[in-house]
């Protein structure tokens, strides 16, 4: 079974860069459809999907996060991480890596809190 794990800071200040890694086991980063996205939840709000890296290596974004939102992968270390560039307050959420295989099942990660502020 896929098993997944967040990790990075967990207070970065605004106007910075969040930057999370989400690794790998029991499972390959380049199984043939499998999509491996980074989710989030702010608090008392509901998830939001902001992006997908597939298992090829194409990335798909959230409409309103592209702009401030690198995925990328390193193969070699079964990782996937997040980059959210010029983070404000409203960024705080807690932080979620998730892949869905073949079968449309989904995996999570346990999360990780990152807090925005000075």
């Known amino acids: 079974q896929v098993q997944l794990q967040e990790s990075g800071p967990g207070l970065v200040k605004p106007s910075q860069t969040l930057s999370l890694t989400c690794t790998v086991s029991?499972?390959?980063?380049?199984?043939?459809?499998?999509?491996w996205s980074w989710i989030r939840q702010p608090p008392g709000k509901g998830l939001e999907w902001m992006g997908v890296i597939a298992y090829d290596g194409v990335t798909y974004y959230s409409p309103s996060l592209k702009s401030r939102t690198s995925i990328s992968r390193d193969t070699s270390k079964n990782q996937f991480s997040l980059q959210l560039s010029s983070v404000t307050p409203e960024d705080t959420a807690v932080y979620y890596c998730n892949v869905r295989d073949f079968a449309s099942t989904d995996y999570w990660g346990r999360g990780t809190k990152v807090t925005v502020s000075s």
């Open positions: 029991g499972g390959s980063l380049t199984t043939t459809y499998y999509a």
